[in-house]
């Protein structure tokens, strides 16, 4: 028996074809579902229709695979759709009464997860509402991110820690004239479980500290970079912003209201694992229910996070698996046209990071390996347009 439970263990992670496959395919959804919502985002737009817009998609098309298998599987929305605009940090999906539209000018940031049979997929990506090139601090900002996000992707392998992850990509913020955004945590992806324990810190400071990691192979990752041209120091502004939970199954209380005796219930059935939206629950009640679910600590609320009004916040997210022929990054979406002030040309070791293959090399000559890498399919996915430029500049 125990010959058995130790099999089982060993197919939930990436030395298992199917398990790839899954998160494979739980990105592909998440991918098309920013698609969809991308396409659907101008001027006047209700972001609640947007966001439902999303999780609709990813539900229905999770539902459309493994149909016939023999043993009936979860899948789903991993994380609800978010459409955090300009100042707005984080975990902005408002309930169905929310009026908010999108105006031009708008610098949107859409996150959002997916996950079949509990291998998750989440991808976050920030578009300008306007037509043309982005320009000044707003393209900054975006650049700031997506170059980041590059130089995370080629340091998250096998052998190298979290915290050289921290520092590099503060680095790059600071090459841009921006800050990373404090308070973001990448999480180790694993089973049914979104914030796995080896954590990479976005900022490191006395206040907020994780226990030092080695990445080892067969791991999968969720990067979430934030950049601001503001502090970098997000504050709560309202907590009746609030709508996204997860349901701490540490937690355990005996409810006193009727209203919170039944939300907690259908957040149970509904909701055991994965995080949620309020949207999904009778507003009503929910309204009277999470207050005393959240004062017991049987919710992890994600709070909406603001920086200063007229600060430009852009965030890149993306789904990796260290898998043992090299890092391939699984969720993605090419940026528009960025006119960014700054240059990374002059620093020779945020190039040297760029520079880096994700790719484990069989041998030969190494320049001409790390080309032919380069142009492997595989390799297409990690590339962003905007980084074309640098690209050239750092591997020619």
Request: net charge neutral; glycine share 6%; charged share 30%.
């Amino acid at each position: 028996m125990s010959d058995d439970e130790n099999k089982e263990e060993k197919e939930l992670d990436l030395t298992s074809p199917e398990v790839v496959t899954k998160y494979k395919t739980a990105a592909e959804i998440v991918n098309k579902a920013l698609q969809l919502v991308l396409s659907e985002c101008k001027p006047g737009a209700k972001i609640v229709d947007l966001c439902e817009k999303g999780d609709s998609y990813i539900r229905e098309q999770s539902g459309s695979v493994y149909k016939n298998v023999k043993k009936k599987i979860e899948r789903g929305v991993a994380f609800p759709t978010c459409i955090s605009v300009n100042n707005i940090v984080c975990h902005f999906s408002p309930l169905a009464s929310d009026e908010t539209v999108l105006v031009q000018g708008d610098m949107m940031k859409i996150d959002m997860g997916c996950h079949i049979d509990g291998f998750i997929a989440v991808v976050g990506h920030t578009h300008v509402l306007r037509d043309g090139p982005v320009t000044g601090r707003a393209a900054d900002v975006v650049a700031a991110a997506n170059t980041a996000a590059e130089v995370a992707l080629r340091l998250v392998k096998p052998g190298n820690k979290n915290k050289d992850v921290t520092k590099a990509i503060q680095k790059v913020a600071a090459a841009y004239d921006c800050k990373i955004v404090e308070a973001v945590l990448s999480h180790q992806l694993k089973q049914f479980v979104i914030d796995g324990n080896k954590v990479i810190l976005s900022v490191s400071n006395p206040e907020t500290r994780v226990d030092d990691a080695e990445f080892e192979e067969n791991e999968v990752y969720a990067i979430d970079i934030v950049v601001s041209t503001g502090e970098g120091k997000p504050k709560l502004v309202d907590e009746k912003q609030t709508t996204i939970y997860k349901r701490a199954v540490d937690k355990s209380y005996s409810l006193k209201m009727k209203a919170s005796r039944f939300i907690f219930s259908e957040i149970s059935q509904k909701f055991p694992i994965m995080p949620f939206s309020a949207r999904a629950l009778e507003e009503k009640r929910a309204r009277l229910g999470l207050v005393e679910c959240m004062s017991h600590e049987l919710l992890q609320p994600y709070p909406v996070l603001h920086e200063k009004p007229g600060d430009f916040v852009a965030q890149i997210k993306f789904t990796v698996l260290l898998m043992p022929n090299g890092s391939d990054r699984i969720t993605s979406h090419a940026l528009q046209e960025l006119q960014s002030t700054k240059t990374i040309d002059d620093d020779a070791e945020i190039k040297g990071w760029l520079a880096l293959g994700t790719k484990k090399k069989k041998g030969g000559g190494k320049k001409k390996k790390a080309k032919k890498g380069g142009d492997s399919k595989a390799d297409e996915t990690v590339e962003a347009e905007p980084m074309d430029e640098t690209s050239k500049a750092t591997t020619s």
